[in-house]
C-alpha cells in the first residue's frame, strides 16, 4: 500500500489554508495525493499557497452564507466532487479574554468566526457530499472544548465547544448517508498566532508549556498528519469523535518532572 497516495484524487476544501495547521494541512493533503481549494481571506498568503501545491485559491470570508457556499461551489465546479471539508478557520484575539473584561463585540466576533463559520462551512460541504454518498468533515476544534483554564478566552473556549458538540451531532446524523464529521482538538501549536501571543507575555507561554507532559508544543505538520488521517479511508470506522492531539495534557494531573 503507497501510504502516499492515500488522498490520491480526493478534493479537499481548506478554509484557513493559507498559515499555520491550514498551510502545513494543504502541503500534507497534496503530498499524499489530494487537489486542494484554499479559502482565506488573505489574498496573497491565499494564492502563495494555493501556488505552493497547485491547488486553486479562493478569497472567502468564512462568517458570510454566500462566500462560503461559493467557495464549496467553486471546489465542486472546478473539480468536480467535494470529498473533504477541513473547517479550520479561527481566530484568537487579544481582547477575548476574562468574562470579566471581554466585552459583547469582542465575544461575538469570535463566534462569528471560530462557530458560526462551521456550521456554515458544514451545510456548504454537506450540499455535496450528501448528493455523493460520500464525504470527510474534520472541524478544528481545541483541547479547551473538555478542559477548563483558569486564565480563559472565555468566548474562544465557548466557540470550541461548540465546534465539538455540533461535530459529534453532525458525525451521528450523517454516518449512514457515508459522510464521516470528526473534531479535531489540538492541544497549542506552534503557529504565528500563539507566537505572537506569547511573545508579548513569556510568563504566560511558560505556565501553559508546564501542563504538557511532552514538555512542548505542537508543530503544525503534527496536527496535519492527524487532519491527514481523519481525511483518508485509514479512519473509515471514525465518525462523532473527539480526536485529541495535545500532547497528554487532557490526561495529566501531574506531568513528569
Not at 458538540?165 to 464529521?181: K, N, T
Amino acid at each position: 500500500m503507497d501510504l502516499t497516495q492515500r488522498l490520491a484524487g480526493k478534493v479537499a476544501v481548506i478554509t484557513g489554508g493559507a498559515s499555520g495547521i491550514g498551510l502545513a494541512t494543504a502541503r500534507r493533503f497534496s503530498a499524499e495525493g489530494a487537489i486542494v481549494v484554499i479559502g482565506d481571506l488573505d489574498d496573497t498568503a491565499g494564492q502563495a499557497a494555493a501556488d505552493l501545491v497547485g491547488g486553486l485559491f479562493v478569497k472567502v470570508d468564512v462568517t458570510d452564507q454566500d462566500q462560503v457556499d461559493h467557495l464549496f461551489d467553486t471546489a465542486f465546479e472546478a473539480y468536480g466532487s467535494v470529498d473533504v471539508a477541513f473547517n479550520n478557520a479561527g481566530i484568537s484575539p487579544p481582547d477575548d479574554d476574562s468574562i470579566e473584561t471581554t466585552e459583547l463585540p469582542a465575544w461575538q466576533k469570535v463566534q462569528d468566526v471560530n462557530l458560526k463559520s462551521v456550521y456554515l462551512c458544514c451545510r456548504a460541504a454537506l450540499r455535496h457530499m450528501v448528493r455523493q454518498g460520500s464525504g470527510s468533515i474534520i472541524n478544528t476544534a481545541s483541547f479547551v472544548a473538555v478542559l477548563g483554564s483558569a486564565t480563559s478566552q472565555i468566548s474562544y473556549t465557548a466557540s470550541k465547544g461548540g465546534v465539538l458538540a455540533m461535530s459529534r451531532e453532525l458525525g451521528v446524523q450523517f454516518a449512514r448517508q457515508g459522510i464521516r464529521v470528526n473534531a479535531l482538538c489540538p492541544g497549542p501549536v506552534n503557529t504565528l498566532l500563539l507566537q505572537e501571543l506569547f511573545s508579548k507575555d513569556p510568563e504566560r507561554a511558560a505556565r501553559r508549556l508546564v501542563h504538557i507532559p511532552i514538555g512542548r508544543f505542537a508543530e503544525p505538520e503534527e496536527l496535519a498528519a492527524a487532519v491527514a488521517f481523519l481525511a483518508s479511508d485509514d479512519s473509515s470506522f471514525m465518525t462523532g469523535t473527539t480526536f485529541l492531539v495535545d500532547g497528554g495534557i487532557s490526561s495529566a494531573y501531574v506531568t513528569p518532572e
